[in-house]
T-cell receptor, first 118, second 114 residues
Framework: EAGVAQSPRYKIIEKRQSVAFWCNPI?????LYWYQQILGQGPKLLIQ????????DSQLPKDRFSAERLKGVDSTLKIQPAKLEDSAVYLC????????????????FGPGTRLTVL | AQSVAQPEDQVNVAEGNPLTVKCTYS??????LFWYVQYPNRGLQFLLK??????LVKGSYGFEAEFNKSQTSFHLKKPSALVSDSALYFC????????????FGAGTRLAVHP
């Protein structure tokens, strides 16, 4: 079974520029997550999709971050404009069931995209 | 608020010795607890989880974890450490009040010395 795919693996941009990350979850997984992992910290959820609908974006800085999940499969996360404090690893994860019945499901993570904002 | 604490930034252990990585949690209701490992430049890999049942949970790569409800702890253990176990370990709890997102601890770096 193929894992969660993410691209690019690394990105360096200047502040105020825009950037986009792509994620392809495991086939058939209903729920997709985007996490931000700042150096020295644990991952923090930015946004959670069930199929193609958003179920939790309470910690997403909506003035600069946006995300979509087209047709309930692939997802993109965009930052516009980027700030220095956005430097982090952005992790995509997926789990098999929906949020109502999947409390015990483990999440499968992609390799992440390391963003450096100069 | 639900939270996870990993009190040690780093744990050092000699190869062949037993290891313990500590985790305590704070939740309302029944906890759903997870351990993940992160190797350099890679995503998180699932090790094991506690949902219900036996307090001793066995997982991947010889790891196990002990759930202790009275101490609100979920410590990760391995009887004999390997150098290849050196990595960053994260404890997480499921936020069952929201939409089942994971709340992670800050991580503990495990260094196993030959």
């Amino acid at each position: 079974e193929a894992g969660v795919a993410q691209s690019p693996r690394y990105k360096i941009i200047e502040k105020r520029q825009s950037v986009a990350f792509w994620c392809n979850p495991i086939s058939g997984h209903a729920t997709l997550y985007w996490y931000q992992q700042i150096l020295g910290q644990g991952p923090k959820l930015l946004i959670q999709f069930q199929n193609n609908g958003v179920v939790d974006d309470s910690q997403l800085p909506k003035d600069r971050f946006s995300a979509e999940r087209l047709k309930g499969v692939d997802s993109t996360l965009k930052i516009q404009p980027a700030k220095l404090e956005d430097s982090a690893v952005y992790l995509c994860a997926s789990s098999v069931t929906g949020t109502s019945g999947g409390a015990g499901d483990e999440q499968f993570f992609g390799p992440g995209t390391r963003l450096t904002v100069l | 608020a639900q939270s996870v604490a990993q009190p040690e930034d780093q744990v050092n252990v000699a190869e062949g010795n037993p290891l313990t990585v500590k985790c305590t949690y704070s939740v309302s209701g029944n906890p759903y607890l997870f351990w993940y490992v992160q190797y350099p430049n890679r995503g998180l890999q699932f090790l094991l989880k506690y949902i219900t049942g036996d307090n001793l949970v066995k997982g991947s790569y010889g790891f196990e974890a002990e759930f202790n409800k009275s101490q609100t702890s979920f410590h990760l253990k391995k009887p004999s450490a390997l150098v290849s176990d050196s990595a960053l370990y994260f404890c997480a709890v499921r936020d069952t009040h929201g939409y089942n997102k994971l709340i992670f601890g800050a991580g503990t770096r495990l260094a196993v010395h030959p």
